[in-house]
C-alpha cells in the first residue's frame, strides 16, 4: 500500500464537467450549488442561481414517492414545456442532514415513445417470425461467434440455444457438435455459400446457405445461415427410384405376357415395324376400342391380328365372329349380317335366323375384306355403327349392338371413295383408329422366325422331320414373297408334304426356278399376262385347299379365281 495521502480533490471542479443538471439546496432550502448544465436548463447565468430559493426555481416539482432512506422522485414541467423526473437525495454530513441533492432527467417525449413502442412492436414480430420459420435459422457476427440460433434450428440440431450462443462455431466444428460450418466459408470466401451438413447427434442431412451482411466500410458485421431439413427428401428420392424400377419390372413382366399372347396368336413379330403394330392394336384392344382399321397388303396376317386383339382385350372370353365381306353374295348380305325374322322374304327359314352382329354380341366382330362391301349395304352398315341398333329383315324392333368392330381391307380405300365405290363417311368411322401391317418384303426380320414356326406346325401335322438347310434358308430369305405370310405358308406346307428328302433345299431351288420363268422377248403383253395369271393361279392352288382361300390368296374375289381357272382349263380343288 501507498503511505502518501489522498490528493484533495475540488469536487465541484468534477461536478462542473459533468453533462447533468443537479442542484444543491442547504437545510433552508436555498440553492448552494447549481451545475451549469442546470444553470442552462433554468436560463439563468454562472452563478446566478446561488441563493435563489429552491421553490421558486421548482415552484411545480411533486414527489412521487419516497424510498424511505430520504430519497424521493418528482416530476417537474420546465419552462420550455418539457418534462423531467426529479430525484433528491439528502446530503449527509457527520450524521446530519444538511441539504438535498437533485438532479433532472428528461422523459422521452411522444414521438420518442411512440418510435420505442414501435421498435419494441417490431422487434417482437422479428422475433416471432424468426421462430416461426420451420427453416433454422443462425445469427452470428463477423467474427464467426454465434449471436442467436431460433427454435427451429433447436430441434434440428438437437441443441439448446445456451449451448452455442456467444460461442465461436469454429468451437462447434472442433467438438463435434457440427460436422461442417458454413459461416466459416462465408467469412473465408466473403460471399453467399451453400453446403451440405449432416447433424452430428441425430444423421439428419441438412442444406445450409449462408449470407453475408456488409457495414458501410465493406466487411462482414453479420452472417445469417438458413438449415433446411433434406432427410425427407432423400428418402422420397430413394423411395421414388425403388418405385421406377418397379414400374420398369411391372413393365417388363407385361412384355412378357405380351409376347405370350404373341405366341399363342400365331404372330411373328421379331422386326420393329411388326412390333410397333402389335403394340398400338395391343393397346387398343385393352381400352376396348372400336371401329379399328387393320390395312396391308394380302397375305400379311390382319385376320391373325384381328384375333390377336380380342384375345388380349376384356372380351376375350366372348364369341370372335369373323366374316370375308368378298365371299358374301350381295343379295344375302344384309340377311347375313343383320339376321332375318321368320318369313322375311321367299325361302327364308320358318324358324328365322340370327345375323352376324346378334351372334357377336359381347366379343368382336371382325369384317375383312371390307372394301367389298356393296354400296347400298354401306350404309345401313353405316347407320348401325352410328346408332349401334339394327334391323332384322322383317323385324319392326331394333336390336342393339354390343361388339367391338374391327374391319380390314388390302384395297386404297381413300381411292375407293374417289372412284365412288366406297363412302366417305363409312370410311371415316371404320378408321377412327388405324393399324397398318407392313408387307413381308420389309419384314426381312421376321422371315426366318416365320419359316421355323410354320416348318415345326408341319411337321407335327403331316409327322415329318423336314428341315432346311443355310442354302434354303438364304433362297427363302431373299425372295420377295409377293403373297406376304400366305404364300410363304404355302410354300412351307407344299415342301413338307411334296419334298422327298429330310433337307428341303433342293426342293425349294427347284421350286424357284420353275416359279422364276423368264419373259419371252417374242411374247406380246396379253401373252405375259396370261401366263403369269396362270403361274400365280397353279400358285395358289397348291397353296390352298379351295377357291375361297385362293380368292385370299391372290387378293382377289372368289368369282374371279372360278372364272380364271375356267378360262385356263384349270381343274379345280
Known amino acids: 500500500m501507498s503511505d502518501t495521502n489522498p490528493v484533495d480533490i475540488p469536487f465541484h471542479s468534477i461536478l462542473n464537467r459533468l453533462d447533468v443538471a443537479a442542484l444543491a439546496a442547504d437545510s433552508s432550502g436555498l440553492i448552494a450549488y447549481a451545475t451549469p448544465c442546470a444553470e442552462q436548463t433554468f436560463g439563468f447565468g454562472p452563478g446566478r442561481m446561488h441563493g435563489l430559493p429552491m421553490a421558486e426555481v421548482l415552484p411545480y416539482a411533486v414527489v412521487n414517492g419516497d424510498t424511505g432512506d430520504g430519497e424521493a422522485a418528482a416530476r417537474v414541467k420546465l419552462p420550455d414545456g418539457t418534462l423531467n423526473a426529479v430525484s433528491r437525495s439528502p446530503i449527509v454530513l457527520n450524521g446530519e442532514t444538511v441539504g438535498n441533492l437533485l438532479t433532472l432527467h428528461p422523459e422521452p417525449g411522444p414521438d420518442k415513445v411512440a418510435r420505442s413502442e414501435t421498435y419494441r412492436t417490431l422487434a417482437e414480430h422479428m422475433e416471432a417470425v424468426f421462430n416461426a420459420s420451420s427453416d433454422g435459422i443462425w445469427l452470428t457476427d463477423g467474427h464467426g461467434v454465434v449471436l442467436n440460433i431460433n427454435t427451429a434450428s433447436e430441434s434440428l440440431n438437437s441443441i439448446s440455444a445456451d449451448e452455442v450462443v456467444g460461442r465461436p462455431v469454429a468451437t462447434l466444428v472442433e467438438n463435434g457438435t457440427i460436422d461442417r460450418?458454413?459461416?466459416?466459408?462465408?467469412?473465408?470466401?466473403k460471399r453467399r455459400v451453400s453446403v451440405l451438413q449432416e447433424v452430428t447427434r441425430t444423421g439428419r442431412q441438412l442444406i445450409v446457405t449462408g449470407t453475408p451482411t456488409f457495414d458501410t466500410d465493406g466487411n462482414i458485421r453479420l452472417v445469417v445461415l438458413n438449415e433446411r431439413d433434406i432427410t425427407d427428401l432423400n428418402e422420397l428420392r430413394t423411395t421414388l427410384a425403388q418405385t421406377r424400377k418397379a414400374k420398369e419390372k411391372?413393365?417388363?413382366e407385361l412384355t412378357g405376357m405380351s409376347l405370350m399372347e404373341l405366341k399363342k396368336s400365331r404372330v411373328v413379330a421379331e422386326s420393329p415395324a411388326m412390333r410397333k403394330a402389335m403394340a398400338t392394336a395391343q393397346k387398343l384392344a385393352q381400352f376396348e376400342t372400336s371401329e379399328i382399321l387393320l390395312t396391308g397388303d394380302s397375305g400379311t396376317g390382319k385376320g391373325l391380328l384381328a384375333k390377336f386383339i380380342h384375345?388380349?382385350?376384356?372380351?376375350?372370353?366372348?364369341?370372335?365372329?369373323?366374316v370375308n365381306c368378298a365371299t358374301l353374295p350381295e343379295t344375302l348380305f344384309e340377311a347375313e349380317l343383320f339376321g332375318y325374322e321368320k318369313g322375311a322374304f321367299t325361302g327364308a327359314s320358318e324358324q328365322g335366323k340370327s345375323g352376324l352382329f346378334e351372334l357377336a354380341s359381347g366379343g368382336t366382330f371382325f369384317l375383312d375384306e371390307v372394301?367389298?362391301?356393296p354400296l347400298d349395304m354401306q350404309a345401313k352398315l353405316l347407320n348401325c355403327l352410328d346408332d349401334h341398333i339394327y334391323y332384322p329383315l322383317g323385324a319392326s324392333k331394333p336390336k342393339r349392338m354390343d361388339c367391338i368392330i374391327v374391319a380390314a381391307t388390302n384395297r386404297d380405300l381413300e381411292a375407293q371413295v374417289r372412284k365412288q365405290a366406297f363412302r366417305r363417311d363409312l370410311l371415316y368411322r371404320l378408321n377412327t383408329f388405324t393399324v397398318r401391317i407392313p408387307p413381308l418384303r420389309k419384314r426381312p426380320e421376321d422371315v426366318f422366325e416365320l419359316i421355323n414356326h410354320y416348318l415345326k406346325q408341319f411337321n407335327a401335322a403331316f409327322r415329318t422331320t423336314k428341315r432346311i438347310g443355310p442354302a434354303g434358308m438364304k433362297l427363302l430369305q431373299s425372295y420377295p414373297f409377293p403373297g406376304n405370310v400366305r404364300e410363304l405358308i404355302g410354300i412351307i406346307k407344299k415342301a413338307v408334304?411334296?419334298?422327298e428328302?429330310?433337307?428341303?433345299d433342293d426342293y425349294l431351288r427347284d421350286l424357284f426356278d420353275h416359279t422364276e420363268d423368264a419373259v419371252t422377248e417374242n411374247g406380246t403383253l396379253p401373252e405375259e399376262v396370261a401366263r403369269l395369271e396362270r403361274r400365280m393361279l397353279r400358285q395358289a392352288m397348291e397353296a390352298c385347299s379351295n377357291t375361297r382361300e385362293m380368292a385370299g390368296f391372290l387378293g382377289v374375289s372368289?368369282?374371279?379365281v372360278?372364272?380364271?381357272?375356267?378360262?385356263?382349263?384349270?381343274?379345280n380343288l
Do not use: H
Not at 315 to 320: D, L, S, V, Y
Open 181 to 189: 460450418s458454413a459461416t466459416l466459408e462465408v467469412l473465408r470466401k
Open 250 to 252: 411391372a413393365e417388363a
Open 311 to 322: 384375345d388380349t382385350s376384356p372380351r376375350r372370353g366372348k364369341p370372335f365372329i369373323q
Open 371 to 373: 372394301g367389298e362391301i
Open 497 to 499: 408334304v411334296i419334298g
Open 501 to 504: 428328302d429330310d433337307l428341303l
Open 558 to 560: 372368289q368369282p374371279t
Open 562 to 571: 372360278v372364272r380364271k381357272m375356267q378360262r385356263y382349263k384349270l381343274n
